[in-house]
């Protein structure tokens, strides 16, 4: 559990890292554009777009204006499979986080910014029902 905590930390750390380098170009009229994380100022929260190299989003989610992690955050994989989503309070861990690792499901609930409980599921059988 605490590795799966870890990935997913350092993850998160890296793409704030590399966030302002250029990691998709694409051509487009003649002309070498750069696809680029998005930051956009939203009702006093920063909202991020993070991209992995292959231009699928990687995360998605809100900073404070004191750069501190808030609201929800969703990561995806580079074939844009879901594969966690967290919840911060001003940079503090709250709430139920889910992490998605193919057919395991885990369930990690926060208080205090420490982990209270860990739920995991298996799927066992991959039918759907529809209309």
């Not at 704030?16 to 930051?39: L, R």
């Not at 501190?68 to 499979?81: A, C, M, P, R, T």
């Not at 989503?85 to 889910?98: L, S």
Request: charged share 20%; net charge positive; glycine share 8%.
């Amino acid at each position: 559990m605490k590795r799966l905590i870890l990935v997913v930390v350092v993850l998160l750390s890296t793409n704030i890292i590399v966030g302002q380098s250029c990691k998709i170009k694409t051509t487009c009229k003649s002309k070498t554009v750069c696809k680029k994380d998005a930051y956009v100022l939203n009702n006093g929260l920063i909202e991020a777009t993070l991209f992995h190299q292959n231009g699928i989003v990687a995360q998605t989610g809100f900073y404070t204006e004191e750069n501190k992690l808030h609201g929800e955050w969703v990561s995806y994989d580079g074939q844009g499979n879901k594969t966690a989503i967290a919840n911060y309070n001003d940079g503090e861990k709250v709430g139920t986080w889910n992490f998605y690792q193919g057919s395991i499901q885990k369930e990690v609930t926060y208080v205090d910014s420490r982990i209270s409980n860990v739920n995991t599921w298996k799927k066992m059988d991959p039918r759907m029902v529809t209309n």
